[in-house]
T-cell receptor, first 116, second 109 residues
Framework: ETGVTQTPRHLVMGMTNKKSLKCEQH?????MYWYKQSAKKPLELMFV???????ENNSVPSRFSPECPNSSHLFLHLHTLQPEDSALYLC???????????????FGDGTRLSIL | QKEVEQDPGPLSVPEGAIVSLNCTYS??????FMWYRQYSRKGPELLMY????GNKEDGRFTAQVDKSSKYISLFIRDSQPSDSATYLC?????????FGAGTILRVKS
C-alpha cells in the first residue's frame, strides 16, 4: 500500500462507546497530524506528532486521546463523545517542518464518524 | 476576522471554461501557499505548492501569490468534468497549516 491509510472509513457509535481510529503512512515521513473536518468549515488541526512526540494539542477536549507508537502509525482514541463530534477525521503526514524548509502534508481519505 | 477567507461557492462552469479560485488571508507571516483538491468521500490531495509571491504552472493549473495584497489564486484552464471537486487553499507558517473552508467547483459537460 502507498500513501496514508485510515481505518475504519465509517464509524457509527453511541455517546458511551469507546472506539479508536487508526492511521498508517507509507511515505517515510516523521510527522503526523489529526484534523477534524466539519461541513462548510475549514479543517481544524487537532494534534501534531514529530518523531513520535506530541508537539501540539490545539485545545482538544480530553474525550479525544491520541497515540503515536512510531513514526508510521497514529491512533485517535474516542470515548464519551458528543453529537457535535460527528465529522470527518483526517490524518496527514509530512517530513518534520523546519525554519528553513516547508514540507507539504499528505492526507488520508478520513474516517466519517457519526455519534448517535 | 478569519485568518483565511475563501468563497464556498458552489461555482458552476461549462466544460472548457477558465476557472479562477481565490483566497485572501490576514497573517503576513505565511510564506508557503498550497492548493488542495478534495473529491467527495476522499481526503484532500495536494495540487499546487508555492513559496512567497509569484506564479507557478503545472499543466492546466496555475497558482498565483500576491503577498502585498494577501491574495492567492488558482486558475484552471480548459476545465473538465473531472475537475469537479472542492478546492481548499492552505497557508503555512512553521508547523501551522491554516485552511480556507473550500470552494465547491462543478464543471458541466
Amino acid at each position: 500500500e502507498t500513501g496514508v491509510t485510515q481505518t475504519p472509513r465509517h464509524l457509527v457509535m453511541g455517546m458511551t462507546n469507546k472506539k479508536s481510529l487508526k492511521c498508517e503512512q507509507h511515505l517515510g515521513h516523521n510527522a503526523m497530524y489529526w484534523y477534524k473536518q466539519s461541513a462548510k468549515k475549514p479543517l481544524e488541526l487537532m494534534f501534531v506528532y514529530n518523531f513520535k512526540e506530541q508537539t501540539e494539542n490545539n485545545s482538544v477536549p480530553s474525550r479525544f486521546s491520541p497515540e503515536c507508537p512510531n513514526s508510521s502509525h497514529l491512533f485517535l482514541h474516542l470515548h464519551t463523545l458528543q453529537p457535535e463530534d460527528s465529522a470527518l477525521y483526517l490524518c496527514a503526514s509530512s517530513q518534520v517542518q523546519t525554519l528553513y524548509s516547508n514540507q507539504p502534508q499528505h492526507f488520508g481519505d478520513g474516517t466519517r464518524l457519526s455519534i448517535l | 476576522q478569519k485568518e483565511v477567507e475563501q468563497d464556498p461557492g458552489p461555482l458552476s462552469v461549462p466544460e472548457g471554461a477558465i476557472v479562477s479560485l481565490n483566497c485572501t488571508y490576514s497573517n503576513s507571516a505565511f510564506q508557503y501557499f498550497m492548493w488542495y483538491r478534495q473529491y467527495s468521500r476522499k481526503g484532500p490531495e495536494l495540487l499546487m505548492y508555492t513559496y512567497s509571491s509569484g506564479n507557478k504552472e503545472d499543466g492546466r493549473f496555475t497558482a498565483q501569490v500576491d503577498k502585498s495584497s494577501k491574495y492567492i489564486s488558482l486558475f484552471i484552464r480548459d476545465s473538465q468534468p473531472s475537475d469537479s471537486a472542492t478546492y481548499l487553499c492552505a497557508m503555512q507558517d512553521g508547523n501551522k497549516l491554516v485552511f480556507g473552508a473550500g470552494t465547491i467547483l462543478r464543471v458541466k459537460s
